[in-house]
């Protein structure tokens, strides 16, 4: 198996986008609930909980309370399939984002040292947020696969279950789906055995963009398989000195890279994952050749 697919996989919540996906949710007058009075209701949902000596999933928490919240005479009455949907096109993104996407493809892709060895480039995102919001956004035009959470629907449209929770440990998951080459052929389960030389995407054609500690199972799992991994921070965030946060996970191990959220050409983060992307395409180059000669059987010596 020729194993030339780059996977550029992302977290999307301050990753992608200096804001929480569902934030344009909670914007103009549809609903009688402001994002912050979410949130705190989130927070002392999941602490109730925990009170009683119980477990809750902290991360997926929203989940149940905006089922919760969308029943009849409830702050969000009138949430749909559709008006999620509607929120993924409103959502704003760090500068660079969509174009990246195309744009770094195209330096792997139309380079002519590359095209010879078909080397494709695919993107992805990987998120704890709504897979539905993210269908609706702009970015569901440029990546391969969006894997986030999952709601069931009635006639109406209105979420009246949680089908698919993705927490930041079962994230890792979804990269094993990338790795075996799952979301293309749905006869391959992702607990199926396939050997390492002929699964899809190997780990280390994989890099990874994240922003905090909620990266770190992905990070872990890409970085010591032979992967690259980014930690991206906001600028301009009101957090007490985000870029040292970011920086915290190169020095744990967990990043190769810590950068700012600048996906523009040019940029520190465009130039260092063009770099990286050579650096993983003269790679495959190396092992297909090395792989042919090897298989090769030179023609009897006179």
């Known amino acids: 198996m020729s194993q030339n697919i780059i996977a550029m996989i992302y977290d999307f919540d301050l990753t992608l986008s200096p804001e929480y996906m569902q934030k344009p949710l909670f914007e103009g007058n549809k609903f009688k609930i402001t994002e912050q009075e979410f949130w705190k209701l989130k927070e002392e949902l999941v602490k109730k909980h925990e009170e009683k000596g119980k477990n809750a999933e902290k991360d997926t928490a929203y989940l149940h309370l905006l ?7 409830k702050p969000l009455e009138g949430l749909t399939e559709k008006v999620l949907q509607e929120a993924g096109k409103k959502i704003k993104y760090y500068p660079g984002i969509p174009e990246f ?7 792997i892709e139309k380079n002519p040292k590359y095209i010879m060895y078909g080397i494709k480039i695919e993107h992805y995102i990987v998120s704890a947020g709504l897979k539905e919001i993210l269908r609706g956004s702009i970015l569901a035009n440029y990546v391969e696969q969006i894997d986030g959470c999952e709601f069931f629907y009635n006639e109406q449209g209105i979420p009246t279950g949680v089908a698919r929770a993705v927490t930041n440990t079962q994230k890792t998951e979804t990269i094993f789906k990338i790795n075996k080459g799952v979301f293309k052929n749905k006869d391959i389960d992702v607990n ?3 050997p390492d030389n002929l ?13 905090g500690p909620s990266d770190v199972p992905c990070m872990s799992l890409i970085k010591s398989k032979g992967g690259f991994t980014f930690a991206v921070y906001n600028p301009n965030s009101e957090k007490e000195n985000p870029a040292e946060k970011a920086y915290s996970l190169v020095r744990a191990g967990r990043a190769n890279f810590c950068v700012q959220a600048n996906y523009n050409k040019g940029s520190e983060l465009y130039d260092l994952t063009k770099n990286v992307l050579i650096e993983i395409s003269d790679k495959i180059i190396t092992a ?4 042919l000669e090897q298989e090769s059987i030179k023609p009897p010596e006179h």
């Open 67 to 73: 089922i919760e919240l969308s029943k009849q005479g």
């Open 101 to 107: 996407f195309n744009n770094i493809k195209d330096e």
């Open 192 to 194: 199926t055995f396939i």
């Open 199 to 211: 699964r899809r995407i190997p780990f280390q054609n994989m890099i990874y963009f994240g922003d």
């Open 288 to 291: 297909h050749k090395t792989n």
